[in-house]
Structure formats: C-alpha cells, structure tokens
C-alpha cells in the first residue's frame, strides 16, 4: 500500500485545514486508516482512525472536538478535519494504514503496517 499525504501548509491559531491521504496498491490492507504527528525530538503519537465501515473512529484527547476524520472508500482517501488549531498542533503530519484493529489500539503506531511521507501543518499564534 502505498499513502500519499497533502493538505499541509501554514495557518493562524484558530483556523482550519484539511488534509487527505490516498492510498493506492493493495488497498485491501488498508481497513484502518490513521493519522499520527510527530514533532522534532519527540515520539510519534497518535490523532485519530478509522475503520473502513466509518462507523469505528478513534480520537486522541488532543483531537476530539476539534479534529473529524473520515474516507471516502470509493477513492481509497482518508480525512482529516482539522478545526480550532493551536500552535501546539504543529508538527509533520503522517497517515497511517493498517489491518482491523480494535478500537482501544488505533492510536498505537505499531499496529500499522504502512506509512505515508507526512505533511507538514504549521499553526502560528
């Protein structure tokens, strides 16, 4: 599988992007989709899943209420809303898929098989 990441760019604290990620190959291995970030000098942590269904989504406290992911199965693109933005919410940007997984493990990194080359949001104050 492979992921392409965009959307990425520069926005005043309080604004919103939306970024996408198109998986191409062997989609079949991408039943969850994630987004994870990772700034420099700390580790990679998760933002929110998605089961192909849509119905099963994980949110990391840090995102819930502010972030909406989604995928439209139809492009084999996974979304991610992001609204409110704080300057702490700059980092590289990276999508993620995976096979099933329970929805107490979809923020954990190493249950994802495949990564996307990340996109960078940077939010100022």
């Known amino acids: 599988v492979q992921l392409q990441a965009s959307g990425g760019g520069l926005v005043q604290a309080g604004g919103s992007l939306r970024l996408s990620c198109a998986a191409s190959g062997h989609t079949d291995s991408s039943h969850t989709l994630g987004w994870f970030r990772q700034t420099p000098g700390k580790e990679r942590e998760s933002v929110a899943a998605i089961r192909r269904n849509g119905g099963s989504t994980y949110y990391a406290t840090s995102a819930r209420g502010r972030f909406t992911i989604s995928r439209d199965n139809a492009k084999n693109t996974v979304y991610l809303q992001m609204n409110s933005l704080k300057p702490e919410d700059t980092a590289v940007y990276y999508c993620?898929?995976?096979?099933?997984?329970?929805?107490?493990?979809?923020?954990?990194?190493?249950?994802?098989?495949?990564w996307g080359q990340g996109t960078l949001v940077t939010v100022s104050s």
């Open positions: 993620a898929a995976g096979p099933y997984i329970i929805i107490s493990a979809m923020g954990l990194a190493r249950m994802y098989n495949y």
